[in-house]
């Protein structure tokens, strides 16, 4: 089946830094979403992309859809403490199939 | 108001018994899923349902059993819950525009099975 592989794990940056993370995929996806899941909630959509090459920026967030359409990145610039939280890729490869595969999610810890 | 709600929002039960949890949306949505998340595995989908009279069987939907019983509601059952199942469990709906199926999660269930 489909795998999202999600990297870093992990992440701890001093507050005011910028951060990268990204996801590849084994196959093709015509969609990718950003989700942020704070500690005791379900995760909220932070961006969505629809198009090859597509980058798209919500306040300090900007994603962007790889023209291979199978890999997208996360940018936060100047990071504040309340980015911390748990960030989930998610890939659709539509058709006849709309479910939504997700990565393992990063880790990210702003110290303040 | 949430546009996804989740009842209820925490619970502890024993191993075997039966439990409930159940999923509203106010966001019009046809489309509605099942997730568990446990750490270090992501969001892993259990069932979803396109329509009121349609379900499918996730990922992960061995010991789990689905109900759709409006637009707006998807429950999810275990029949006889096992202390494996504990997990935060989560409710998603998304339109049936596949050029922008975005899912919307609710806020999550805590299961705990002793």
């Known amino acids: 089946g489909q795998q999202l592989n999600q990297s870093p794990q992990s992440m701890f940056i001093q507050e005011g830094e910028d951060v990268s993370m990204n996801c590849t995929s084994s196959s093709i996806f015509n969609t990718w979403l950003w989700y942020k899941q704070d500690p005791g909630e379900g995760p909220v959509l932070l961006i969505a992309?629809?198009?090859?090459?597509e980058l798209t920026s919500n306040g300090r967030l900007t994603a962007q859809f790889g023209i291979t359409r199978k890999d997208s990145f996360l940018n936060i610039s100047a990071s504040i403490p309340s980015d911390v939280g748990i960030y989930f890729c998610?890939?659709?490869?539509?058709?006849?199939?709309?479910?939504?595969?997700f990565g393992k999610g990063t880790l990210l810890t702003v110290n303040p | 108001d949430a546009d996804v709600t989740q009842t209820p929002r925490n619970r502890i039960t024993k191993t075997g018994k039966r439990i409930m949890l159940e999923c509203s949306q106010t966001?019009?949505?046809?489309?509605m899923y099942w997730y568990r998340q446990d750490p270090g595995l992501g969001l892993r989908l259990i069932y979803y349902s396109f329509d009121v009279k349609d379900i499918n069987k996730g990922e992960i939907s061995d010991g789990y059993s689905v109900s759709r019983q409006a637009q707006a509601k998807f429950s999810l059952s275990l029949e006889s819950a096992i202390p494996n199942q504990t997990a935060l469990y989560f409710c998603?709906?998304?339109?049936?525009?596949?050029?922008?199926?975005?899912?919307?999660f609710g806020p999550g269930t805590r299961l705990t099975v002793l």
């Open positions: 998610a890939g659709n490869s539509g058709g006849s199939n709309y479910k939504l595969t």
């Open positions: 992309l629809y198009k090859a090459g």
């Open positions: 966001k019009g949505h046809d489309r």
């Open positions: 998603a709906t998304s339109d049936s525009n596949p050029s922008t199926d975005t899912q919307y």
